[in-house]
């Protein structure tokens, strides 16, 4: 059984900093692709960054690019997005994401998902 949980969201102004986590617990992490998605109040969730099963790949919605980076820590089962320059627009629920994809980069692939957390920033 998959499980995933999210850390790291909270209340940051505008130009500021936060690193989102998630522990995932379970098989197989290593040989996976990972991803954030995110969702705002009224809209559809999105993507925001995957990263391939060895961490050599990553992929970024044009939003973020630029001020986002995803990495991982296999031997710690972790996915951390590193969140800087932070705009208004970022505010959301941010969700991690385990792929039945090594490459991480098949938004469709994702199945497994943890309870998100909030991320609110304000201006």
């Known amino acids: 059984q998959v499980q995933l949980v999210e850390s790291g969201g909270g209340l940051v102004q505008a130009g500021g900093s936060l690193r989102l986590s998630c522990a995932a617990s379970g098989r197989g992490f290593s040989f996976y692709g990972m991803g954030w998605f995110r969702q705002a109040p009224g809209k559809e969730r999105e993507f925001v960054a995957g990263?391939?099963?060895?961490?050599?790949?990553?992929n970024y919605a044009d939003s973020v690019k630029g001020r986002f980076t995803i990495s991982r820590d296999n031997a710690k089962n972790t996915v951390y997005l590193q969140m800087n320059s932070l705009k208004p627009e970022d505010t959301a629920v941010y969700y991690c994401?385990?792929?039945?994809?090594?490459?991480?980069?098949?938004?469709?692939?994702?199945?497994?998902w943890g309870q998100g957390t909030q991320v609110t920033v304000s201006s």
């Open positions: 994401a385990r792929s039945t994809d090594p490459s991480g980069a098949v938004t469709t692939s994702f199945p497994y």
């Open positions: 990263i391939s099963w060895t961490g050599t790949s990553t």
